[in-house]
């Protein structure tokens, strides 16, 4: 791999959008200029949980001034199916049954946004009620009805080593769900074109799935549809496969109406119609020595669905990847069970799955601490992963660069952990209202789909004969940098200024057959793909520069003066426009795929991963007992970057991801009635963190002189996913700080999320139960 230059590498360079998102000129779909005539869409949502369509009656909806049309399954040209994984369960539009509340039934064609919304409650649909299951209980009690099959993962005999535990404990633990609450809905336009053309402007993390499904729609080959997103007003894994349905519904009325047509969803249909983070039911035994030395586990992590599959069978198995945590099982059994229920189809959120099985594996070490009476930091680190021992996971991935003992221990001098869990300890002796708690935790996050397909990347670099760069890839932009990254890259092999590195629109007519920007491997993949493009075209004119000048190619080195040539300095734009004149080709495509991975989803063997990211955060809170309110008092996270290809955007990241990790398992409260409603479907009723919920104190900093043991772009590691789990040390000091009421001599079992109504019953449990 080509070395980057040394006075690039680790500058820090401005988000490449930076200027434009705080002007307000950052533009996004609805921000583009409106073709002429532009018609736009509203959705129908079904009203019932599980139904039979009797009758639909749209003749008040036709009636409206400026309706143009309503669409149903029977307008579609193609396939009415947009399942990402082809289980054929996911109808674009409803055909004859409902599956929830929310369900896109029919959609409104009309001349103005508004007028299609307000039309679209004027029609008339009768029902018939079918059973319907909502929970994950429901779905327990009942006939089993999985959306994707069972996975288990094993290693050596859990039954027979729990039997043989000296100390053995069981229990349980539900997590709850996490809405996307991006700041752009979910929106796209569509424009057709000449022969059969369509063109898709969309707010997708995964253009070429979604020009596939508009193909499909459309019934026609993937090469008349071109798909293209500038950027995305936040993704967070919502706009994976959800943003596929806005994307086809507004192909196929363009194809039927001739004209330009927009799909905006309002906030509350979005929240109603799209899919959310899986809540889980997590069943769980562990056994273990009598000083916390755990000896076997066996567990079941069960989730809710939703009504078809999306991404759910990659999801839980995600979940049971992660199961483990940092934490080695030497006899091991974790099964998941991905139930259907009448809600929205869960799907992709930030960390796929690996946070719920996070926090499976945090409980177990708490369950321990409190069993043997120990601090959990003590537990948790005799059980880390070692190296060369001690380092086989359950889905047998040897793990061959375990550096959590490192980072766990860092960070608890660092921050002072051990000195203020004493101080906390005695102010909960004087406290009878106030009662602090703290807890420090760790990751190990592996990067890589678990779709081992999924893991290779494209890239296309124009040099242009002025010496400007353009930089296309196949990656999408949700604010978190990736776009920025990518610049750098070219800014480093070129040593040029960032005004001459242009990145475009991520586009399927330039880069094709792309993987979603998810499982945070945009900058390992797409960063890659760059520098194997750039490489090419730097091999091209350092050839020519060492024939011209008769000099070793080894002699010639780009530089922020130029291109060093022996001992003449060229103008990169001057080499540029001679090479073009030579008749070299200055464009380049680019290509990679991740090596050393392989994953069998029969065996629940592998090594699905390319390597792990690792970190540790450390909180601090405070709880009222009279009424469940809490405070982040401070927050310590020290966080594996590898060599970090920008710091500032990392540590971004791994704050934004610290404060949604915390959100979902705080204060982000999903609510269904018994009719199987969204009552949790607007800002006013979900509260995500506000300014107020962040800690008080606040620190951040990147492990150093780390560099990825494996062959990354320029040795960084991932920085997105691992993040969030940082917040899973909120959720263990709050059950620290409830333990004080007892004393802390049981365990709190908190589930999540930890509103101020969920401490107030832990609270109480603790009070009024007998040891």
């Given amino acids: 791999m080509s070395e980057a230059p040394t006075h690039e590498r680790g500058r820090t360079v401005k988000h490449e959008s930076a200027t434009l998102h705080v ?69 674009l539009l409803a055909d004859g049954v409902v599956h929830h509340v929310g369900q896109i039934v029919f959609v409104v064609v009309a001349t103005e946004r508004g007028i299609a919304r307000r039309a679209a409650r004027k029609a008339r649909i009768t029902y018939e009620d079918l059973p319907a299951v909502l929970d994950i209980a429901t779905a327990q009690s009942g006939e089993e009805d999985l959306v994707w099959r069972p ?120 929240m109603m119609t799209t899919g959310k983070r899986h809540d889980f039911s997590i069943a769980y035994e562990v056994g273990f020595t009598p000083r916390g030395d755990i000896l076997a586990v066996d567990m079941t992590l069960s989730a809710r669905c939703g009504w078809s599959a999306d991404l759910s069978g990659p999801v839980t198995d995600r979940a049971l990847f992660h199961a483990d945590n940092a934490y080695y099982y030497p006899d091991v059994r974790l099964h998941s069970r991905a139930f259907r229920t009448n809600t929205q189809s869960n799907t992709a959120f930030r960390g796929f799955g690996g946070p719920q099985g996070i926090v499976a594996a945090e409980r177990l070490i708490e369950e321990i601490a409190f069993a043997t009476g120990q601090d959990p930091l003590d537990i948790r680190l005799r059980n880390l992963y070692g190296t060369g021992h001690r380092d086989v ?163 010639i080195r780009f530089t922020t003066d130029g291109v060093r040539i022996g001992h003449e300095i060229v103008p990169f734009r001057q080499l540029a426009w001679e090479v073009y004149f030579a008749r070299i080709s200055l464009s380049a495509n680019g290509f990679y795929r991740t090596p050393r991975i392989s994953w069998n989803p029969a065996t629940g063997r592998g090594r699905p991963f390319y390597y792990f990211a690792y970190g540790a955060a450390c909180a601090e809170v405070t709880i009222d007992r009279l009424t469940g309110e809490n405070t982040i008092d401070r927050v310590d996270i020290l966080h594996d970057a590898g060599e970090s290809l920008n710091p500032e955007i990392d540590i971004g990241q791994i704050e934004g991801g610290f404060v949604q ?85 049981r365990c709190p079992r908190l589930d999540a999320p930890a509103t101020p109504e969920a401490i107030l019953r832990c609270l109480a449990r603790l009070e009024g139960e007998p040891l």
């Avoid at 639909?56 to 040209?77: H, K, M, N, Q, Y």
């Avoid at 993962?153 to 349980?172: F, K, V």
Wanted: hydrophobic letters at 40%.
């Fill in 151 to 270: 996975l288990t993962m094993e290693r050596g005999q859990a039954e027979a080593a729990l039997e043989a535990s000296p100390r053995r404990l069981g229990g349980s633990l539900t997590l709850g769900g996490q809405e996307h609450f991006y700041l752009e809905g979910q929106v796209a336009l569509a424009q057709p074109g000449e022969a059969g053309e369509m063109r898709v402007w969309s707010s997708t993390q995964h253009p070429s799935e979604t020009q596939h499904l508009v193909a499909s729609v459309l019934g026609r080959p993937h090469h008349l549809v071109t798909t293209e997103v500038r950027r995305m007003g936040g993704g967070f894994g919502g706009k994976e496969t959800q943003a596929n349905s806005c994307a086809c519904l507004a192909a196929l009325a363009a194809e039927l109406t001739g004209q330009a047509v927009k799909m905006r969803l309002d906030r509350d249909d979005d």
């Fill in 393 to 555: 996971t359950p889905y047998h991935m040897t793990v061959e660069d375990s550096i959590s003992d490192l980072v766990l221990t860092r960070l608890a001098e660092q921050c002072d952990y051990r000195k203020r869990r004493a101080a906390l300890r005695a102010f909960n002796a004087q406290s009878r209202i106030l009662r602090k708690g703290i807890a420090i935790t760790p990751v190990k996050f592996g990067i890589s789909f678990t779709a081992t397909h999924y893991n290779q990347a494209g890239a296309l670099v124009h040099v242009y004969t002025d010496g400007s760069v353009q930089v296309n890839h196949g990656g999408t932009e949700m604010g978190q940098g990736l776009h920025t990254k990518m610049v750098q890259i070219v800014m480093r092999e070129f040593a040029l200024p960032a005004e001459m590195v242009r990145i475009t629109a991520t586009t399927t007519g330039k880069v094709p057959n792309t993987s979603a920007t998810a499982a945070s491997s945009g900058a390992d993949l797409n960063g890659m793909a760059v520098l194997d493009a750039v490489t090419r075209i730097k091999s091209r004119m350092i050839d020519y520069a060492a024939a011209k000048w008769q000099v070793s190619p080894q002699d």
């Fill in 23 to 91: 002007t307000g000129r950052a533009s996004y779909i609805d921000d583009l200029p409106e073709p002429k005539s532009l018609l736009h869409l509203a959705p129908g949502l079904s009203a019932r949980a599980h139904a039979r369509v009797v009758s639909l009656d749209f003749s008040e909806v036709l009636a409206v001034p400026g309706v143009v049309r309503v669409l149903t399954c029977a307008d579609i040209v193609g396939q009415n199916q947009v399942s990402p994984v082809h289980a054929e369960d996911e109808p």
């Fill in 661 to 745: 990790g915390a959100g979902w398992l705080t204060t982000e409260e999903l609510v269904w009635d018994k009719e199987g409603v969204l009552k949790t479907h607007a800002p006013s009723t979900y509260k995500i963190p506000a300014c107020s919920d962040r800690p008080r104190i606040f620190n951040v900093s990147l492990l150093e002189n780390a560099p990825n043991r494996e062959e990354t772009i320029y040795r960084s590691k991932a920085v997105g996913e691992p993040p969030f789990v940082h917040g899973v040390a909120v959720l263990h000091a709050l059950s620290d700080a409830i333990a004080s009421v007892d004393d802390y001599r």
